[in-house]
Antibody, heavy 121, light 107 residues
Framework: QVTLKESGPGILQPSQTLSLTCSFS??????????VGWIRQSSGKGLEWLAN???????YYNPSLKNRLTISKDTSNNQAFLKITNMDTADTATYYC?????????????WGQGVMVTVSS | DIQMTQSPASLSASLGETVTIECLAS??????LAWYQQKPGKSPQLLIY???SLNDGVPSRFSGSGSGTQYSLKINSLQSEDVSIYFC?????????FGAGTKLELK
Protein backbone atom coordinates (compact mmCIF):
# COMPACT_ATOMS: atom_id res chain seq x y z
CA GLN A 1 0.00 0.00 0.00
CA VAL A 2 1.46 3.31 -1.13
CA THR A 3 1.14 6.23 1.27
CA LEU A 4 2.74 9.66 1.43
CA LYS A 5 2.59 12.26 4.17
CA GLU A 6 3.87 15.80 4.18
CA SER A 7 5.17 17.68 7.19
CA GLY A 8 6.22 21.26 7.62
CA PRO A 9 6.18 24.30 9.92
CA GLY A 10 2.59 25.43 9.30
CA ILE A 11 3.37 29.11 9.56
CA LEU A 12 6.43 31.19 8.78
CA GLN A 13 7.36 34.79 8.21
CA PRO A 14 8.17 36.51 4.92
CA SER A 15 11.77 36.01 3.72
CA GLN A 16 12.16 32.79 5.71
CA THR A 17 13.00 29.42 4.15
CA LEU A 18 10.33 26.73 4.01
CA SER A 19 11.48 23.17 4.65
CA LEU A 20 9.07 20.38 3.82
CA THR A 21 9.42 16.64 4.33
CA CYS A 22 7.56 13.91 2.47
CA SER A 23 7.61 10.56 4.27
CA PHE A 24 6.40 7.68 2.15
CA SER A 25 5.92 3.93 2.22
CA UNK A 26 4.98 1.21 -0.22
CA UNK A 27 7.64 2.08 -2.77
CA UNK A 28 11.30 3.02 -2.89
CA UNK A 29 12.97 5.99 -4.52
CA UNK A 30 15.88 3.70 -5.34
CA UNK A 31 13.66 1.65 -7.68
CA UNK A 32 14.01 2.32 -11.39
CA UNK A 33 11.43 4.75 -12.72
CA UNK A 34 10.17 6.10 -9.41
CA UNK A 35 9.72 9.78 -8.72
CA VAL A 36 8.39 12.05 -5.99
CA GLY A 37 7.05 15.42 -6.93
CA TRP A 38 5.86 18.47 -5.05
CA ILE A 39 2.72 20.36 -6.06
CA ARG A 40 1.05 23.24 -4.29
CA GLN A 41 -2.51 24.51 -4.33
CA SER A 42 -3.62 27.99 -3.51
CA SER A 43 -6.93 29.69 -4.05
CA GLY A 44 -5.28 32.22 -6.29
CA LYS A 45 -3.22 30.02 -8.60
CA GLY A 46 -4.85 26.59 -8.48
CA LEU A 47 -2.55 23.57 -8.74
CA GLU A 48 1.09 24.40 -9.47
CA TRP A 49 3.82 21.81 -9.98
CA LEU A 50 7.03 22.73 -8.19
CA ALA A 51 9.66 20.02 -8.57
CA ASN A 52 10.36 16.33 -9.22
CA UNK A 53 13.15 14.08 -8.03
CA UNK A 54 13.68 10.74 -9.76
CA UNK A 55 15.19 7.44 -8.60
CA UNK A 56 18.48 8.30 -10.36
CA UNK A 57 18.65 11.68 -8.56
CA UNK A 58 17.62 13.66 -11.63
CA UNK A 59 15.90 16.82 -10.49
CA TYR A 60 13.49 19.07 -12.33
CA TYR A 61 12.15 22.42 -11.21
CA ASN A 62 9.41 24.78 -12.27
CA PRO A 63 11.28 27.58 -14.05
CA SER A 64 9.02 30.18 -12.47
CA LEU A 65 10.46 29.34 -9.04
CA LYS A 66 13.66 27.53 -9.96
CA ASN A 67 16.08 29.84 -8.18
CA ARG A 68 14.21 29.37 -4.92
CA LEU A 69 13.70 25.59 -4.94
CA THR A 70 15.87 22.71 -3.79
CA ILE A 71 14.59 19.13 -3.89
CA SER A 72 16.44 16.20 -2.33
CA LYS A 73 15.86 12.69 -1.04
CA ASP A 74 16.94 10.24 1.64
CA THR A 75 16.43 6.87 0.05
CA SER A 76 17.35 4.91 3.16
CA ASN A 77 14.61 6.56 5.20
CA ASN A 78 12.01 6.83 2.41
CA GLN A 79 11.84 10.60 2.51
CA ALA A 80 11.93 13.45 0.05
CA PHE A 81 12.46 17.09 0.87
CA LEU A 82 11.72 20.47 -0.60
CA LYS A 83 13.20 23.80 0.43
CA ILE A 84 11.82 27.11 -0.78
CA THR A 85 13.80 30.22 0.02
CA ASN A 86 12.60 33.77 0.46
CA MET A 87 8.99 32.89 1.20
CA ASP A 88 6.32 35.49 0.52
CA THR A 89 2.64 35.80 1.37
CA ALA A 90 1.94 34.69 -2.21
CA ASP A 91 3.46 31.30 -1.31
CA THR A 92 0.68 30.60 1.18
CA ALA A 93 -0.79 27.32 -0.03
CA THR A 94 -1.36 23.67 0.68
CA TYR A 95 1.74 21.72 -0.33
CA TYR A 96 1.43 18.15 -1.57
CA CYS A 97 3.96 15.47 -2.36
CA UNK A 98 2.94 12.83 -4.85
CA UNK A 99 4.37 9.75 -6.52
CA UNK A 100 5.02 9.45 -10.18
CA UNK A 101 6.64 6.64 -12.11
CA UNK A 102 7.70 5.91 -15.63
CA UNK A 103 6.20 6.02 -18.14
CA UNK A 104 5.64 9.68 -17.40
CA UNK A 105 2.21 9.86 -19.00
CA UNK A 106 0.69 8.16 -15.95
CA UNK A 107 0.72 11.39 -13.98
CA UNK A 108 0.81 11.51 -10.19
CA UNK A 109 -0.89 8.33 -9.02
CA UNK A 110 -0.63 8.72 -5.23
CA TRP A 111 -0.83 11.95 -3.26
CA GLY A 112 -0.24 12.86 0.35
CA GLN A 113 -2.90 14.59 2.41
CA GLY A 114 -1.16 17.93 2.05
CA VAL A 115 0.25 20.39 4.56
CA MET A 116 -1.06 23.91 4.87
CA VAL A 117 1.65 26.58 4.92
CA THR A 118 0.81 30.16 5.82
CA VAL A 119 3.25 33.00 5.27
CA SER A 120 2.45 35.94 7.49
CA SER A 121 4.25 38.62 9.43
CA ASP B 1 4.59 26.60 -20.60
CA ILE B 2 1.63 24.68 -22.06
CA GLN B 3 -1.63 26.31 -20.98
CA MET B 4 -4.55 24.06 -20.05
CA THR B 5 -8.00 25.60 -20.37
CA GLN B 6 -10.87 23.76 -18.72
CA SER B 7 -14.57 24.28 -19.31
CA PRO B 8 -16.97 24.81 -17.79
CA ALA B 9 -15.62 26.31 -14.57
CA SER B 10 -18.64 24.96 -12.73
CA LEU B 11 -21.39 22.51 -13.54
CA SER B 12 -24.64 21.51 -11.88
CA ALA B 13 -26.24 18.20 -12.78
CA SER B 14 -28.82 15.75 -11.47
CA LEU B 15 -28.28 12.24 -10.18
CA GLY B 16 -28.13 9.77 -13.06
CA GLU B 17 -27.19 12.41 -15.61
CA THR B 18 -24.21 12.25 -17.93
CA VAL B 19 -21.74 15.12 -17.67
CA THR B 20 -18.79 16.10 -19.82
CA ILE B 21 -15.84 18.31 -18.89
CA GLU B 22 -13.51 19.68 -21.54
CA CYS B 23 -9.83 20.49 -21.47
CA LEU B 24 -8.00 22.39 -24.20
CA ALA B 25 -4.21 22.45 -24.42
CA SER B 26 -2.37 25.39 -25.96
CA UNK B 27 -0.43 22.94 -28.15
CA UNK B 28 -0.47 19.27 -29.07
CA UNK B 29 0.21 17.12 -26.01
CA UNK B 30 -0.04 13.76 -27.79
CA UNK B 31 -2.53 12.26 -25.32
CA UNK B 32 -0.26 12.92 -22.32
CA LEU B 33 -3.27 14.05 -20.35
CA ALA B 34 -4.41 13.05 -16.88
CA TRP B 35 -7.65 13.77 -15.04
CA TYR B 36 -7.87 14.12 -11.27
CA GLN B 37 -10.80 14.24 -8.86
CA GLN B 38 -10.56 16.32 -5.70
CA LYS B 39 -13.27 15.85 -3.11
CA PRO B 40 -13.86 18.61 -0.55
CA GLY B 41 -11.01 18.79 1.96
CA LYS B 42 -9.07 15.98 0.28
CA SER B 43 -6.07 15.69 -2.00
CA PRO B 44 -6.44 15.12 -5.76
CA GLN B 45 -6.82 11.51 -6.89
CA LEU B 46 -5.82 10.20 -10.30
CA LEU B 47 -8.81 9.11 -12.37
CA ILE B 48 -7.51 8.76 -15.91
CA TYR B 49 -4.08 8.84 -17.54
CA UNK B 50 -2.90 8.93 -21.12
CA UNK B 51 -6.20 10.56 -22.05
CA UNK B 52 -8.35 7.41 -21.84
CA SER B 53 -6.80 4.86 -19.46
CA LEU B 54 -8.74 4.31 -16.26
CA ASN B 55 -6.63 4.23 -13.11
CA ASP B 56 -6.97 1.16 -10.87
CA GLY B 57 -10.13 1.18 -8.77
CA VAL B 58 -11.85 4.00 -10.65
CA PRO B 59 -15.51 3.23 -11.49
CA SER B 60 -16.22 2.47 -15.12
CA ARG B 61 -18.74 5.33 -15.33
CA PHE B 62 -15.70 7.58 -15.75
CA SER B 63 -14.13 7.75 -19.19
CA GLY B 64 -11.70 9.97 -21.03
CA SER B 65 -11.21 10.75 -24.67
CA GLY B 66 -9.47 13.14 -27.00
CA SER B 67 -6.28 13.75 -28.89
CA GLY B 68 -4.08 16.58 -30.04
CA THR B 69 -5.15 19.64 -28.08
CA GLN B 70 -8.73 18.67 -27.15
CA TYR B 71 -9.69 16.26 -24.38
CA SER B 72 -12.77 15.42 -22.37
CA LEU B 73 -13.82 13.61 -19.23
CA LYS B 74 -17.24 11.97 -19.22
CA ILE B 75 -19.13 10.79 -16.18
CA ASN B 76 -22.08 8.50 -16.88
CA SER B 77 -24.93 8.06 -14.45
CA LEU B 78 -23.81 10.73 -11.99
CA GLN B 79 -23.62 9.62 -8.36
CA SER B 80 -23.68 11.76 -5.22
CA GLU B 81 -20.07 10.79 -4.45
CA ASP B 82 -18.97 12.38 -7.73
CA VAL B 83 -19.43 15.89 -6.28
CA SER B 84 -15.87 17.16 -6.59
CA ILE B 85 -13.54 19.45 -8.42
CA TYR B 86 -12.00 17.89 -11.53
CA PHE B 87 -8.62 18.91 -12.93
CA CYS B 88 -6.81 18.05 -16.11
CA UNK B 89 -3.01 17.96 -16.29
CA UNK B 90 -0.60 17.65 -19.20
CA UNK B 91 2.49 15.48 -18.80
CA UNK B 92 3.89 16.02 -22.27
CA UNK B 93 6.24 18.88 -21.55
CA UNK B 94 7.95 20.32 -18.51
CA UNK B 95 6.68 22.00 -16.44
CA UNK B 96 3.61 19.80 -16.03
CA UNK B 97 0.62 22.13 -15.95
CA PHE B 98 -2.92 21.85 -14.64
CA GLY B 99 -6.25 23.22 -15.71
CA ALA B 100 -8.04 25.60 -13.34
CA GLY B 101 -10.59 22.98 -12.41
CA THR B 102 -14.30 22.27 -12.89
CA LYS B 103 -16.51 22.26 -9.84
CA LEU B 104 -19.27 19.68 -10.16
CA GLU B 105 -22.32 20.04 -7.96
CA LEU B 106 -25.66 18.29 -7.69
CA LYS B 107 -28.73 20.05 -8.94
Amino acid sequence: QVTLKESGPGILQPSQTLSLTCSFSGFSLSTYGMCVGWIRQSSGKGLEWLANIWWNDDKYYNPSLKNRLTISKDTSNNQAFLKITNMDTADTATYYCARRELPGYRGFDYWGQGVMVTVSS
Amino acid sequence: DIQMTQSPASLSASLGETVTIECLASEDIYSNLAWYQQKPGKSPQLLIYYANSLNDGVPSRFSGSGSGTQYSLKINSLQSEDVSIYFCQQNYDSPPTFGAGTKLELK
